[in-house]
């Protein structure tokens, strides 16, 4: 009997364990000891010893998934079979620095090592098919390529080499081969330029593709040309097609009396917009108004979108194409014409406008007594800029104080009340530029979020989860109508062993056992490091054991909010899924049937992965500042902390958030060798350790603003500088 229990007790613990990447792996290898066997969700479930009701709904929008990825047939209603292989598997391409390639497939277990001559043309992102033909250490697969499934691109954006007959396009990013472009091939393109290039060719036996310049950028160094290079380089627009433009300069900005008898008007309540002091784009604004019962009711409005951009048009289509705005360092590339985002849909100030509304009725601990969900029209009485509210909130005194103060306290309590529920609190601070008229980064300072900033977030937050659980919080009887969630998985376990075992070097820990332990342990952990050497390192490494937060019909629920039903609906202006939100919502309130489901799930997946796109394009317009703004520090000596660890160096991060490099072969003194347990590299002769959370000193050593590359090197018995880092 007691082993039963314990026997029970096992399987439990087990199945908190599963998140989808996992349950994928152990799916496929399942199945692969019975490749003809044809399985359902049941039967997975009871192989894998899960029993709790979650992880088993997880099991089944797995299987979908791996339907959809072309792993498993589909034979009948939730029946599921292997696909028929040949000695293979199909994975995604990751180039590395040093040549060769990991093929990361759900098939295995860890990711397959690919030798630059095997990779046989293939490159970074491409689906392939690899064969696994041995091993090359005792925990590694190593193969060869034997088919491109998907080529992830055919353009590529680059800097051109000109000779007198022919010319090279050296690509931007982890490529590993330059583009052979004839001379009548280039377009006017011109030696050091910018440019954009299509891939028209690859012979078999040549070591370099063939290409055409498709469009010149301008010259090198230039901040336009450099910023667009970039936004090519991910495949985004940096302009709008002029039939688009002109078709959005049509939309009137007045509105019909018609058009208002349709809607709750709240143009006589208080009403104002919170925003960046440089945000031209308001789709959202806040009302306040005391009720007769001594509630408040909270107006959160939203900028109706949809009511001017209408489905089979050519400003959808681009909207759908773009699926979200893209925040460079010094712009912002709008997923809607200008006319839409900053005129006609932005909530300005002194302007009756067109919302979809989320309305609440709260009493004074926050709890929601009552909610409305429809079209509206507001009046935004003031504009507040962050800075603006923040000092109203900390003086007390100013327009709107009381409304202000009230939202302010309200705020506090409903993130008190998703704390205590576990929610996790990833405050990270912002890397920000001042930059001059031609985009040169002339200081650094950093962003903080402060009350303003939360008390907005937090009605986004009740807005986004209440509209959810609107839609998909339905009984057990009825089946919930198609929505679009913004999911998020649990954490990777094994990285949250490793993770736990590195942060122990510091004195801290967190609880693994269940995943509110994991979020409640987690947040204590995150403040306790508030202000120390390692926070950034530690902050870092606990994002990365974290999945990434998606788009999906299938809902797994929010991990990181600890929300069971969570979407986006508070920003149509800058996201396509909020768009598709709105459209299903408006369905829904006015009685329609249940949206075709694998139509929106591939409107999801196309979000996600332009979102993607625009936060790594984000990320490299950082970089590019970056290594920009330490052009004029080379050979100063700065501290720093050690922020990365891999066998081709060590990332150090200085004072004033850069991150540069030491590469491995500037630390002469020994042979190191990379302790990936235990994020180090290890002196083979000395014993001499480089450590994630180390403090060091290094000399800025030199810069690479075409491979957006900052190195260093070690800086001995040297005192170090230090930076001015002005408030914003």
């Known amino acids: 009997m007691g082993k039963k229990k314990n026997k029970q007790r096992s399987k439990t613990r087990k199945s908190v364990t599963f998140n989808k990447k996992k349950l994928k792996s152990a799916i496929l290898s399942g199945m692969y000891e019975d490749p003809g066997k044809t399985v359902n969700y049941r039967q997975i479930s009871g192989s894998l010893g899960i029993n709790d009701p979650e992880t088993r709904k997880l099991v089944n929008i797995v299987l979908q998934e791996l339907a959809d990825d072309d792993y498993l047939d589909l034979i009948a209603r939730g029946k599921y079979k292997l696909k028929a ?5 199909c994975g995604i391409v990751e180039m590395q620095p040093q040549g060769f390639a990991y093929v990361v ?75 052979f472009i004839p001379k009548e091939k280039l377009n006017g393109a011109k030696d050091g330029q910018k440019a954009i290039a299509e891939i028209t060719d690859w012979p078999a036996n040549a070591r370099n593709p063939f290409g055409e310049i498709k469009e010149v950028l301008g ?12 936004l090519a380089e991910f495949e985004l627009p940096h302009k709008f097609p002029e039939n688009v433009d002109r078709a959005a300069e049509k939309i009137p900005l007045e509105i019909s009396e018609d058009e208002i008898k349709n809607r709750r008007d709240f143009r006589k309540t208080t009403t104002f917009t919170i925003d960046p002091i440089d945000a031209k784009d308001f789709d959202d604004a806040l009302s306040l108004k005391k009720l007769d019962n001594g509630n408040w009711e909270v107006g959160i409005h939203i900028a109706d979108v949809t009511h001017y951009v209408r489905p089979n048009t050519i400003i959808e289509d681009e909207a759908c194409s773009r699926a979200t705005s893209v925040y460079l360092v010094d712009r912002v590339v709008p997923m809607l014409p ?47 800029t962050y800075e603006e509210a923040q000092e109203v909130i900390e003086t007390g005194s100013g ?11 309200l705020a506090v309590k409903l993130r008190e009340s998703r704390f205590k529920s576990g929610s996790i609190a990833f405050d990270r601070v912002e890397i920000k530029f001042n930059i001059d008229e031609k985009g040169k980064p002339l200081s650094v300072y950093f962003k903080e979020a402060k009350e303003s900033n939360k008390l907005i977030e937090e009605f986004m937050l009740l807005a986004n989860k209440r509209v959810a659980e609107f839609i998909g919080d339905v009984s057990d009887k009825n089946k919930a109508k198609t929505f679009v969630y913004r999911i998020h998985d649990k954490p990777d376990p094994d990285k949250l062993v490793s993770f736990n075992t590195f942060i122990q070097r510091f ?81 829904y309130l006015d009685g329609g049937r249940s949206a075709n489901e694998q139509k929106y799930e591939d409107l999801c997946k196309h979000s ?69 347990r235990n994020y180090m590299l290890v002196g083979r002769h000395t014993r001499k350790t480089f450590q994630l959370g180390e403090s060091i000193n290094v000399k800025v050593w030199r810069t690479n603003l075409e491979r957006k590359q900052l190195d260093f090197r070690l800086a001995r018995n040297e005192k170090p500088d230090t930076f001015e880092i002005p408030t914003p």
């Open 85 to 89: 292989r040949t000695g293979t598997v």
């Open 105 to 179: 497939s759900d098939e295995l277990d860890r990711p397959v090592i690919v030798s630059s001559r095997n990779l046989n043309h293939a490159m970074e992102g491409d689906k392939v098919r690899v064969h696994v033909f041995a091993r090359r250490k005792k925990h590694d697969y190593e193969g060869e390529v034997k088919e491109i499934v998907e080529r992830a691109k055919s353009v590529f954006v680059g800097t051109v080499q000109a000779s007198k007959n022919y010319a090279f396009l050296t690509p931007a990013g982890k490529v590993g081969f330059d583009i």
């Open 219 to 230: 010259d090198t160094g230039d901040n336009d040309a450099e910023m667009h290079a970039i």
């Open 338 to 384: 200008e006319r839409l985002s900053n005129g006609v849909c932005s909530l300005r100030p002194n302007e009756d406008k067109l919302c979809f509304s989320a309305v609440f009725e709260l009493n004074e601990n926050a709890e929601i007594r009552k909610q409305w969900f429809g079209k509206t029209v507001i009046h935004s009485d003031r504009r507040f």
């Open 399 to 409: 327009d709107f104080s009381e409304e202000l103060l009230k939202l302010n306290e």
């Open 507 to 587: 004195g801290y820990g967190i609880q693994l056992t269940t995943p509110k332990a994991i979020a409640t342990s987690l947040n204590n952990l995150l403040n306790k490091v508030k202000g120390r050497n390692e926070q950034n390192v530690v902050e870092t490494l606990a994002i990365r054991s974290m999945a990434k937060a998606e788009y999906s019909t299938r809902n797994i629920g929010h991990y990181g909010l600890s929300f069971e039903y969570y979407t986006h609906f508070t920003s149509p202006i800058r996201r396509y899924p909020d768009m598709m939100v709105h459209r299903l919502l408006e369905k």
């Open 608 to 676: 996600s992965d332009m979102e993607s796109r625009a936060a790594n394009a984000e990320r490299s317009s950082i970089k590019y500042k970056q290594v920009e703004f330490m052009q004029e520090h080379v050979g100063k000596v700065y501290a720093g902390v050690i922020s990365g660890v891999t066998d081709w160096g060590i990332y150090v991060e200085l004072e004033n958030k850069i991150e540069g490099m030491i590469p491995v072969s500037e630390l002469d003194d020994d042979f190191y060798i990379f302790d990936e």
